[in-house]
């Protein structure tokens, strides 16, 4: 015949965690959730001041963004302003210096250049430079066959430039998924790091 064993007591469910004498367990975690919180943070100013310094196209892209966002509709000098917002091809295939030359009597010529992005993407930058009231005439330099790509090149790096809710509606356009619209794109708005 078989045997069993079997108690009759009901059994204790074990504890997660122990709480210490005075109350150290609470004093622990809270340690640790303020070293992640100061963590992050010198990650954070480390990424702004590291980043900036070594990325030459950010400094340059952060810097035309910047004039683009000061931009009227006509200068000091009464000319018209125009900005060319544009990506990688505004950069090498016009000679800016030329341009901006050669229109200076009539226009004070601005550029905005965002490498490695699609018109979609620019669609959006435009939308929240004209919403932080940059004014002129903008031309967007982008070869047509661009204007009707679902691609997102830019990502993180165009999500800064960007106002927050236009990164959830850019993400359903492009059917990006939830984890990629805020870990990714809106995460990226408004961390460095």
């Known amino acids: 015949m078989p045997s069993s064993i079997s108690n009759s007591e009901l059994a204790r469910p074990a504890d997660s965690f122990q709480v210490l004498p005075g109350g150290k367990t609470r004093r622990s ?12 943070l010198v990650a954070e100013g480390l990424t702004i001041v590291g980043v900036h310094r070594v990325s030459k196209v950010l400094r340059h892209t952060a810097q035309e963004y910047n004039d683009a966002e000061k931009l009227s509709p006509y200068s000091a000098g009464g000319k018209t302003t ?13 000679d800016y210096p030329t341009l901006r030359r050669e229109l200076s009597p009539e226009y004070e010529v601005h550029r905005l250049v965002f490498e490695q992005t699609e018109y979609l993407e620019q669609c959006y930058v435009l939308r929240a430079l004209l919403g932080d009231g940059a004014g002129g005439t903008i031309s967007c330099c982008v070869p ?8 997102t090149l830019g990502g993180e790096f165009m999500s800064r430039f960007m106002d927050a809710h236009d990164i959830a509606s850019l993400g359903h356009r492009q059917d990006l998924d939830a984890t990629t619209v805020s870990g990714g794109l809106i995460f990226a708005h408004w961390s460095e790091w």
């Open 29 to 40: 975690i809270w340690t640790i959730v303020v070293g992640l919180v100061l963590t992050a």
């Open 82 to 94: 125009v900005l060319l917002l544009g990506n990688s091809l505004l950069l090498e295939a016009i």
């Open 144 to 151: 047509p066959s661009i204007t009707c790509w679902k691609a």
